[in-house]
T-cell receptor, first 113, second 113 residues
Framework: RKEVEQDPGPFNVPEGATVAFNCTYS??????FFWYRQDCRKEPKLLMS???SGNEDGRFTAQLNRASQYISLLIRDSKLSDSATYLC??????????????FGQGTTLQVKP | DGGITQSPKYLFRKEGQNVTLSCEQN?????MYWYRQDPGQGLRLIYY???????QKGDIAEGYSVSREKKESFPLTVTSAQKNPTAFYLC????????????FGPGTRLTVT
């Protein structure tokens, strides 16, 4: 079982739609969680951190459920420019000083006009 | 501007040759990382370094080597022992604190024929 798992998609949605991605992680010792966005043939860029209390940034909302070991990303009012691959990321196990992150394989979103 | 630079953007080599990929950061981050990304796959950790003159193997270190002689620099050498070197190589850095978000350079696309 992969340490961080995502549905690769693709998710094809019309402009203006609300879309949600889920991601599960297997290591209960993971401390830090993030969503990154990666455009085609570009580097990943940090979209937002994920906290147990939830985190909202404009049209984007991220949530962490430690009991069920999953994190989610909700995108409201999808724009064409939201088309990208979204990477779910969890902190590595062990000492909090390792700083290792485990990346999911990504979920591809295609927003259509 | 603060950031991470990688050079070159594209690199072509013949099989059997060693090649070194450059990664420099001026973010004053302690930790640096090298990842490999293959088409349709997530990021896989090659090597990481938490402090100058120290580094650890990641999940796929075979056929690669690194050095960390300066805080701002973390070059990766792809040796001839690496069986499938053609890939997109990403360098990242992070600082330790309450979270461990990583920031990526633009990547080097290596093609070995």
């Amino acid at each position: 079982r992969k340490e961080v798992e995502q549905d690769p998609g693709p998710f094809n949605v019309p402009e203006g739609a609300t879309v949600a991605f889920n991601c599960t992680y297997s290591n209960s010792a993971s401390q830090s969680f993030f969503w990154y966005r990666q455009d085609c043939r570009k580097e990943p860029k940090l979209l937002m951190s994920v906290y147990s209390s939830g985190n909202e940034d404009g049209r984007f909302t991220a949530q962490l459920n430690r009991a069920s070991q999953y994190i989610s990303l909700l995108i409201r009012d999808s724009k064409l420019s939201d088309s990208a691959t979204y990477l779910c990321v969890g902190g590595g196990p062990g000492s909090s000083n390792t700083g290792k992150l485990i990346f999911g394989q990504g979920t591809t979103l295609q927003v259509k006009p | 501007d603060g950031g991470i630079t990688q050079s070159p953007k594209y690199l072509f080599r013949k099989e059997g040759q060693n090649v070194t990929l450059s990664c420099e950061q001026n973010l004053n981050h302690d930790a640096m990382y090298w990842y490999r990304q293959d088409p349709g796959q997530g990021l896989r950790l090659i090597y990481y370094s938490q402090i100058v003159n120290d580094f650890q193997k990641g999940d796929i270190a075979e056929g690669y080597s690194v050095s960390r002689e300066k805080k701002e620099s973390f070059p990766l050498t792809v040796t001839s022992a690496q069986k499938n070197p053609t890939a997109f190589y990403l360098c990242a850095s992070s600082n330790y604190g309450s979270s461990y978000e990583q920031y990526f350079g633009p990547g080097t696309r290596l093609t070995v024929t």
